[in-house]
């Protein structure tokens, strides 16, 4: 059975730092290539979700979208089957539900995801 559970999330001042990771089971994780998502509050269930950015299965390339470039950093450990996201500088808008997804061939694996929370 496949399981994605992403963790670290939690509350943090305007200016700071967190790390968040994903870890999976049951699916060979280095032939996976990982995006992270992001959902804003205030948007439905299953909705909304803005791609943050991507790392390849080798962990050689990765790419942000332009709200977290400079900013965020996502690396990966093929031998503890996780994914990292290094976040810096976080702001308010940073403020959302973050996922995992994870693609191995054609299918494709969601974590629950983990709250992160930006505020003075």
């Known amino acids: 059975q496949v399981q994605i559970v992403e963790s670290g999330g939690g509350s943090v001042q305007p200016g700071g730092s967190l790390t968040i990771s994903c870890l999976a089971s049951?699916?060979?994780?280095?032939?996976?290539?990982v995006s992270w998502y992001r959902q804003g509050p205030g948007t439905a269930p299953g909705t909304g979700r803005d791609?943050?950015?991507?790392?390849?299965?080798?962990?050689?390339?990765?790419e942000y979208r332009k709200p977290v470039k400079g900013r965020f950093t996502i690396s990966r450990d093929n031998d503890k089957n996780t994914v990292y996201v290094q976040m810096n500088d976080l702001a308010p808008a940073d403020t959302a539900v973050y996922f995992c997804?994870?693609?191995?061939?054609?299918?494709?694996?969601w974590g629950q995801g983990t709250q992160v929370t930006v505020s003075a």
């Open positions: 049951g699916v060979t994780f280095n032939q996976s290539s």
């Open positions: 791609l943050v950015g991507f790392i390849s299965r080798s962990g050689d390339r990765t």
């Open positions: 997804r994870a693609v191995s061939g054609q299918l494709v694996y």
